[in-house]
């Protein structure tokens, strides 16, 4: 499934990289260059009409860091996720908490994700 990329959430996508949060900033430090089992991550990726915080086009995986941003927008970003799981995005949600104390866990996790989609679905990098 294609999926709509909106041309004007380009500048934001680029501020949020900007101003990233502690934890956004040490996620991506071991998602670039492909460190993750060789697979491309992108941040602050635009999908039609939102942005997610961390991208993997050939896994089709969004990976979002829940902050106190979020505390308030629970409903807002369920909406968010089954709109953009409809184009066929899977989700890893992990707590900023989570990624600032306990980085080598989050990264487990991914881990094991990604080798399970890659049993199901034959996707390798």
């Given at each position: 499934?294609?999926?709509y990329y909106n041309p004007k959430l380009k500048q934001l996508a680029k501020k949020l990289r900007n101003e990233g949060t502690l934890a956004e900033v040490l996620l991506w430090s071991e998602l670039k260059g492909r460190q993750v089992k060789?697979?491309?991550?992108?941040?602050?990726?635009?999908?039609?009409?939102?942005?997610?915080?961390?991208?993997?086009?050939r896994?089709?995986?969004a990976i979002e860091i829940d902050g106190i941003?979020?505390?308030?927008?629970?409903e807002q970003d369920g909406i968010r996720q089954k709109?953009?799981?409809?184009l066929e995005i899977r989700f890893l949600?992990?707590?900023?908490?989570?990624?600032?104390?306990?980085?080598?866990?989050?990264?487990?996790?991914?881990?094991?994700?990604i080798e399970?989609?890659?049993n199901e679905d034959d996707v390798k990098p």
């Open positions: 499934m294609k999926v060789g697979y491309k991550f992108i941040r602050q990726k635009p999908i039609g009409n939102y942005i997610v915080d961390f991208s993997c086009n896994l089709r995986l941003t979020h505390e308030n927008k629970l709109e953009l799981e409809r949600r992990f707590d900023d908490l989570d990624v600032r104390e306990n980085l080598n866990g989050v990264l487990i996790a991914i881990t094991y994700w399970e989609i890659e």
